[in-house]
């Protein structure tokens, strides 16, 4: 039986993650839930699952998710905690063999950090945590025992088509380089004219997936490919320049392997996020994870191209901070966090996200990310100059 903490339960990884381990339930039972604004769909889970402790942002909120999860003698079945002290908790407790790591952007940093300095079953689906911290995150990995199984689609594909010994060197594993798969989102045909009078709505109408809004949006600008791509880079130890983005419509091939023999492997199936999930949780056994199998016949033809810059300008800025290192990386994710909360939100437009971001790289003036401090003092310092731009 493993006891899993869920960090971020109410967004999509953190559902499907829950729809795996209900299929198990001699496999898997939920130890802590956690939650940011989604107060009420938290509450039902906890109704269903009675994990000893849920997570929410703030006080207030606290308090409201007690009430709604009260049991029949008035007491709450699970302790309500809040705040950053309480996701690190839940993240590191001594009881927990395994941790989903779900929330989105940097605020999921300092949680999955706890998780593995407890070195505990990481699954991370939080790539922000690694865009911003990865040299800290990886030694922390490999100084604390961690295990480290990547949940997004590409990097589970990846992991999935290296050998079951790789031990992070491309050159002694024969790796020529590494290719990412991506949708294109929404715009993928759009008229590039088109692209600054994009709707928040049009941008999170996903083609293939079904995410949150803020990731949708990072499918339309490509930006998360970007960071994607910086992840990759910190999970198998590949230089940037031997990680290239395909233009893949369908999603069915979730990313290649290419070795110097001439091999390119990859990793097919439909696009549903419980498959690498179930990989994840029960790895290295396989697992049913509800997925309908993948129909090749009824499939058909499938269509791969490079993607143009001049539509995915984010993806290029992804790799100029790759390759810039030091914390251009942090200034990157910072920078787009705001710009997309700015376009959620009607303050900017869709083609301003990119904008914003070059102009704060531009102008970074960059430090050593020697400590969690750093890295959190650069992206705060990358969120201001951001949001001095949009005001």
């Not at 971020?8 to 339930?25: E, Q």
């Not at 290419?258 to 439909?270: F, I, K, M, T």
């Amino acid at each position: 039986m493993q006891l899993v903490t869920v960090l971020g339960a109410t967004g999509s990884i953190g559902v499907n993650t829950l729809d795996v381990m209900a299929r198990h339930p001699d496999r898997f039972r939920a130890f802590a839930l956690t939650a940011h604004t989604r107060i009420d769909l938290l509450a039902q889970q906890c109704r269903r699952w009675q994990p000893r402790y849920a997570v929410v942002a703030n006080h207030q909120d606290a308090q409201r998710l007690a009430e709604s999860i009260q049991n029949g003698s008035g007491s709450p079945a699970t302790k309500v905690l809040w705040g950053e002290e309480g996701l690190v908790e839940v993240a590191a407790h001594p009881d927990v063999g395994t941790v989903m790591a779900a929330i989105v952007g940097g605020a999921g940093l300092v949680p999955t950090m706890a998780a593995v300095h407890a070195g505990k079953r990481v699954l991370l689906a939080n790539k922000e945590a690694l865009v911003m911290a990865g040299a800290l995150f990886m030694e922390g990995v490999r100084s604390c025992g961690a295990t480290l199984l990547p949940i997004d689609s590409e990097h589970n594909a990846i992991f999935q088509c290296l050998p079951p010994d790789y031990r992070g060197d491309p050159q002694a594993a024969g790796i020529r380089r590494i290719l990412l798969s991506a949708s294109g989102g929404p715009f993928r045909t759009i008229e590039l004219e088109q692209l600054p009078r994009v709707t928040p709505e049009q941008a999170c109408a996903h083609p293939n997936w079904r995410m949150g809004r803020k990731i949708s949006v990072d499918s339309a600008t490509m930006m998360n490919k970007g960071l994607e791509l910086l992840e990759a880079c910190w999970l198998f130890g590949v230089e940037v320049q031997q990680v290239d983005v395909v233009i893949h419509a369908e999603s069915i091939v979730h990313s290649l392997v290419e070795y110097v023999d001439g091999s390119l492997l990859a990793q097919l199936g439909n696009p549903d996020m419980r498959t690498p999930i179930a990989h994840a949780l029960n790895w290295p056994q396989r697992l049913e994870s509800g997925v309908t199998p993948l129909d090749l016949i009824g499939a058909g033809a499938l269509h791969f191209s490079a993607p143009e810059p001049a539509r995915y300008p984010c993806l290029g800025l992804a790799r100029e901070a790759g390759e810039a290192g030091k914390d251009y990386a942090v200034a990157l994710n910072a920078a787009n966090e705001v710009a997309v909360a700015a376009f959620l939100d009607g303050k900017i437009g869709f083609c301003r996200i990119a904008e914003i971001v070059a102009e704060i790289l531009h102008r970074w003036e960059a430090s050593e990310p020697q400590d969690l401090a750093v890295v959190q003092a650069s992206d705060a310092r990358a969120r201001h100059a951001a949001l001095a731009l949009i005001h």
